[in-house]
């Protein structure tokens, strides 16, 4: 089993597609991408948490539909666009608006929202969040997981942390020498 992370889906929600900049022609075609995305990642052995921002607009029987397609066991950390159509819908196994896990050795702050501090921050914890759409710069040990940031995909702890190892190893601009 494998144990993954997304956020801000916005399923059947037009308006995402130029508000985030979605290359989709229509929220047919969004939707069904993620759907394609996450079923390609995820199998139905995997856990999903999901950090908010499941879908805007869709009733309770569509977002229980969406569900029972895509892959996976799914948690839902509640996110601002989450009301009671997605909150009290079947299919997850867990709903809350924050959480706190242990995974393989990384003690993980869950929220939709991107915290200035959280807890045990200085002795390593990460902080995953939704909500910014790729548009916030990272602090340490912070990760913003929705689908915006993250290739329209679920993603792993160990792909997140690979990705800021890159970052920060990447060789420093050369500068032109300061004249004397």
Not at 40 to 61: C, F, I, K, N, S
């Amino acid at each position: 089993m494998t144990v993954f992370f997304t956020a801000d889906t916005h399923f059947g929600h037009g308006g995402a597609r130029s508000l985030f900049r979605r290359p989709f022609a229509s929220v047919a075609e969004m939707d069904g991408a993620l759907v394609a995305n996450w079923d390609t990642v995820v199998t139905p052995e995997d856990e999903v948490w999901h950090l908010g921002d499941v879908a805007v607009r869709l009733d309770r029987t569509r977002v229980e539909a969406l569900l029972a397609r895509l892959h996976g066991r799914k948690h839902l950390v509640t996110g601002n666009n989450d009301g009671p159509a997605t909150s009290a819908a079947l299919g997850w196994e867990s709903v809350q608006p924050y959480a706190e896990a242990t995974l393989d050795g990384v003690r993980l702050v869950l929220c939709h929202y991107p915290l200035r501090s959280w807890r045990d921050m200085g002795r390593g914890a990460w902080n995953l969040h939704g909500h910014s759409h790729g548009r916030l710069a990272p602090m340490p040990r912070q990760a913003d997981v929705g689908v915006d940031a993250r290739d329209f995909r679920p993603v792993t702890l160990a792909e997140l942390i690979a990705a800021r190892r890159v970052r920060s190893v990447r060789p420093a601009a050369r500068r032109s020498p300061s004249p004397a």
